[in-house]
């Protein structure tokens, strides 16, 4: 009989471990896993960035966060291959609310690293192609809205008739620039900052802000996308309407 592909173990070791998460088995996905394992999850499962190190952390990390994600469509992306005893290939999946890419190792037909990764959040897909943000509108319209008047809608509305998926605490960099993204994305949310405007911070900073570029934009807010090449418009504003940093 002929020995197995790496395209064939990583497939079968990803049915194994999907029929295990499927039917509840947090010991049976544990299994698959070595004694000297990592599984490393970037918000898929956890909504946090974790890594579980050693089986027993992984099937912790199984029973209190995995299986109750529902994950399913295991699957290899391309062809997996094989160098030094470990097998490795890129892997998608989903789950109750998202879609998501990662990339395992294996070692004698057992994990050896795992990574896991929220790529898309089901309903709140990107924008891309003809469905993408146009950025600043030109042109007559009557009745069109100033930016500052869709601003102010919007805080009207937020709480009110919008209610926010996703609260952020805190109101720096990381949270604005978390706050873009998730705007980019239709989902709304609210940001809670302890100092009196966002961004204050790191304004506050004795030096600086790195976000801050030498013709005194902010961009890093904005999270430029890899698939549409967008900013949101314009530049110098945040998530949240405010500069992420003051000169």
């Known amino acids: 009989m002929s020995e197995k592909t790496p395209t064939q173990q990583v497939s079968e070791w990803l049915a194994a471990l999907g029929a295990a998460l499927e039917r509840g088995d947090a010991a049976g996905a544990a299994a698959l896993f070595g004694d000297d394992s990592y599984w490393r999850d970037l918000v898929s499962f956890t909504w946090n960035i974790t890594t579980a190190e050693g089986n027993a952390k992984v099937r912790q990390m199984i029973e209190r966060a995995v299986i109750s994600a529902k994950p399913s469509a295991w699957r290899l992306e391309g062809e997996a291959s094989e160098a030094g005893g470990v097998t490795e290939g890129w892997i998608r999946f989903e789950t109750a609310v998202a879609r998501g890419y990662g990339h395992v190792r294996l070692i004698g037909g057992k994990a050896w690293t795992l990574l896991t990764t929220m790529t898309e959040l ?16 030109h042109g007559v319209h009557p009745g069109r809205k100033t930016w500052l008047e869709q601003r102010r809608q919007e805080e009207a509305e937020l709480g009110v008739t919008n209610q926010p998926y996703v609260v952020i605490v805190g109101g720096g960099q990381g949270g604005i620039a978390l706050g873009a993204r998730l705007r980019r994305l239709n989902v709304p949310a609210i940001i809670v900052e302890k100092n009196e405007r966002p ?36 530049r110098t504003r945040s998530a949240t309407g405010s500069r992420c940093t003051r000169r």
């Open 122 to 137: 089901k309903g709140h897909e990107e924008h891309k192609g003809p469905t993408r943000d146009k950025g600043v509108e």
């Open 199 to 234: 961004g204050d911070s790191c304004a506050s900073a004795t030096r600086p802000c790195a976000c801050t570029t030498r013709c005194g934009t902010t961009s890093c807010p904005i999270c430029r996308s890899p698939s549409t090449g967008q900013y949101s418009a314009p």
